[in-house]
T-cell receptor, first 113, second 112 residues
Framework: GESVGLHLPTLSVQEGDNSIINCAYS??????FIWYKQESGKGPQFIID?????DKRQGQRVTVLLNKTVKHLSLQIAATQPGDSAVYFC????????????FGPGTRLSVLP | DGGITQSPKYLFRKEGQNVTLSCEQN?????MYWYRQDPGQGLRLIYY???????QKGDIAEGYSVSREKKESFPLTVTSAQKNPTAFYLC???????????FGPGTRLLVL
């Protein structure tokens, strides 16, 4: 299949381990964040979002953590499975600025058997 | 079955030719977007539309054109003025501008 990103940072984890994917965002005024998963040759899928009035949000097997002090967002995937192999990227937005989301380039997650 | 569809999955363009990429959504979303994705880069916004019959240029609109005659449809034309069109093109929609965006499956454009 086609590569979404040829020179992305890569995280390799063993099946069953937990994965942590990081994202540094640029705008201190950003107040809404989304994590997307993109498999090779496909469109991005929404995973989880978080607003700036929260530090943590949990979904099914995924947790997003937001540290506004250092402008850092992370996605934790519990018990990583082969189907989790994909590129993960974050998106940030500031409602006050009336602008569109800014998307990071992403991290490639590779799950080892 | 609600969602966003894009067609075709692959598109080949000859030099000097205009080509049109289709994007349709049945989510009743007001806002629609077109992005270009190149290897190792984040998504870059080409055009967006907040409402029918209105659209705005994004960061890289040169060489592209759009229309929004129906709420469900937001086609993108890659004109001959776009000198480096080879990329993966993604359409997205959201209920309102700045809300969560949902993406279509993408169209890969290749130049012959």
């Amino acid at each position: 299949g086609e590569s979404v990103g040829l020179h992305l940072p890569t995280l390799s984890v063993q099946e069953g381990d937990n994965s942590i994917i990081n994202c540094a965002y640029s705008n201190s005024a950003s107040d809404y964040f989304i994590w997307y998963k993109q498999e090779s040759g496909k469109g991005p899928q929404f995973i989880i979002d978080i607003r700036s009035n929260m530090d943590k949000r949990q979904g099914q097997r995924v947790t997003v953590l937001l540290n506004k002090t250092v402008k850092h967002l992370s996605l934790q995937i519990a018990a990583t499975q082969p189907g989790d192999s994909a590129v993960y990227f974050c998106a940030e937005n500031s409602f006050n600025y009336g602008q569109n989301f800014v998307f990071g380039p992403g991290t490639r997650l590779s799950v080892l058997p | 079955d609600g969602g966003i569809t894009q067609s075709p999955k692959y598109l080949f363009r000859k030099e000097g030719q205009n080509v049109t990429l289709s994007c349709e959504q049945n989510l009743n979303h007001d806002a629609m977007y077109w992005y270009r994705q190149d290897p190792g880069q984040g998504l870059r916004l080409i055009y967006y539309s907040q409402i029918v019959n209105d659209f705005q240029k994004g960061d890289i609109a040169e060489g592209y054109s759009v229309s929004r005659e129906k709420k469900e449809s937001f086609p993108l034309t890659v004109t001959s003025a776009q000198k480096n069109p080879t990329a993966f093109y993604l359409c997205a929609s959201s209920r309102l501008f700045q809300e969560t965006q949902y993406f279509g499956p993408g169209t890969r454009l290749l130049v012959l």
